[in-house]
């Protein structure tokens, strides 16, 4: 029996261990999306006790408490740090079979040398050597020790990214650091007309840009002069979070009403909304594409489900789950419009549901071009597939359909600044893949060629694929 979590922990051949050990754990992480907090890393934010840091704002987390019973006292309410830890320490031995458990043990040694299991026994040492540990460490401390090379923020186009400009000229309180943070340009407040802010968003983000928003055209100016904002302080990326793909084209005078009638509180058909939101992404790929952005494309995740804890808690607090919709005939007619109006910038592809892997994986192939490699990305498995499993399955769908070897590898998207484990445990589960490839004879047993796929994985293609 092997023991358990231990230095050749998810690493079930020879091959993996020498690819582990010898080439994925000295690599660099490249974090290139995630959704730490900017003014937590610029005033190099230090942590109370283990509670702050592991389980605030851990919807993950949080999902599972309520699973075990745990009253919301406990997870989000007004229970003491040292209450809410022991309820999530209770929770913790239910959890086998799940990437929590993992993860959750190798946040404990990682970041803080505690190798003891996760139980109501070990409670109070876990507490106390964890806060011990806290008193030393700070964000620069723990980007230092995980080599982080550069971080992807997320951040809204009215922000005005002031701790990125202060982080960037070495005046935040953090000082210099190695480590890149760059922002992300995340659009969909403006781009989601249904929702009821709607019309105070626009004008919150007219008073960002002094530009008077009164139509659709307006509107276009404004997103590209905050996107060539956000280019000037290092952007390298987009993002867009859609449950289903829309489609529905229609010129601009009608877009034009459509956006009037929203600003004006007018009820809108779901054909308004679908053309509206079409409109805006084809312009935002236009604009991505001329400022040699990345764009980043998460689908299928339903968001906000239990309606009651929403209005309590709101969004982001453990209620979304992963959707169903039918979603690549509409990507593919948006991509093809896309790429015939003004070409297509590098795109990832996220889904929540696996069963969209192979079609975009396929669909995407379509649009490798421009000498670019890899140029259209499956990206990593997210969210609530971001478990072995489903790890192995991306994986192995981007080897059947794809180009592994130009993969872009991990990211955490997360906003704990102890997820950098999560990089460890993708990286074994793909050295073992790997590793089990040449041992089963389906790849060459030369450790210098897969030693130097793995290190691209984990880090070359994400450094060549974001900053050129």
Not at 16 to 32: E, G, Q, R, V, W
Not at 48 to 65: A, P, S
Not at 234 to 243: E, F, G, I, K, Q
Not at 338 to 363: H, M, Q, R, W
């Amino acid at each position: 029996m092997k023991n358990f979590m231990d230095k050749d922990f998810l690493l079930y051949n020879e091959t993996s261990k020498i690819l582990f050990h010898n080439y994925a754990d000295k690599c660099p992480i490249f974090d290139y999306h995630c959704h730490l907090n900017p003014k937590e890393i610029a005033e190099n934010k230090k942590f109370k006790n283990i509670t702050e840091i592991w389980l605030y704002g851990d919807h993950y987390k949080w999902r599972m408490m309520r699973a075990n019973g745990i009253d919301e006292k406990f997870i989000t309410g007004n229970a003491s740090d040292y209450d809410k830890f022991t309820a999530w320490i209770k929770t913790v031995p239910n959890l086998i079979g799940n990437p929590l458990y993992h993860w959750s043990h190798l946040e404990l040694q990682r970041y803080f040398d505690i190798y003891e299991i996760i139980n109501e026994d070990n409670a109070d040492i876990i507490w106390q050597k964890a806060n011990e540990k806290l008193k030393y460490m700070t964000v620069k401390d723990i980007f230092k020790k995980f080599k982080v090379h550069t971080i992807g923020t997320t951040d809204d186009p009215i922000d005005n990214l002031e701790y990125h400009k202060l982080i960037n000229e070495g005046k935040a309180e953090i000082g210099k650091i190695d480590t890149k943070i760059v922002p992300t340009f995340r659009p969909d407040k403006a781009l989601n007309i249904e929702m009821p802010d709607f019309s105070g968003y626009i004008k919150k983000l007219q008073n960002a840009v002094s530009i008077n928003i009164e139509n659709i055209s307006s509107l276009i100016e404004a997103l590209y002069k905050k996107i060539d904002y956000f280019k000037n302080l290092n952007c390298m990326s987009s993002d867009l979070s859609l449950y289903k793909i829309p489609f529905n084209l229609d010129d601009e005078k009608n877009i034009d009403s459509i956006f009037k009638k929203a600003m004006n509180k007018q009820v809108l058909t779901s054909e308004d909304i679908e053309k509206y939101k079409t409109y805006i992404i084809l312009k935002l790929i236009k604009k991505y594409k001329e400022s040699n952005l990345v764009m980043q494309i998460h689908i299928s995740a339903m968001r906000n489900n239990n309606e009651v804890m929403f209005k309590k808690l709101g969004a982001d607090t453990g209620y979304d789950s992963a959707g169903d919709s039918n979603i690549i005939e509409k990507l593919q007619l948006l991509l093809k419009t896309a790429n015939n109006e003004s070409g297509l910038p590098k795109i990832i592809f996220y889904s929540l549901n696996s069963k969209d892997y192979y079609p975009i994986s396929t669909l995407m192939g379509c649009f490798q071009e421009g000498g670019i490699k890899g140029k259209m990305q499956l990206g990593s498995a997210w969210w609530f597939l971001d478990n072995k499993d489903a790890i192995e399955e991306q994986m192995k769908i981007l080897a059947n359909s794809g180009s592994l070897g130009l993969f872009i590898g991990m990211l955490t998207d997360s906003r704990s600044f102890l997820s950098y484990s999560r990089h460890e445990y993708f990286r074994r589960i793909l050295c073992n893949y790997i590793g089990q490839l040449a041992e089963n004879g389906e790849a060459p047993n030369d450790i210098k060629y897969l030693g130097n796929i793995i290190e691209n994985i984990c880090f070359n293609n994400s450094n060549i694929y974001f900053n050129n």
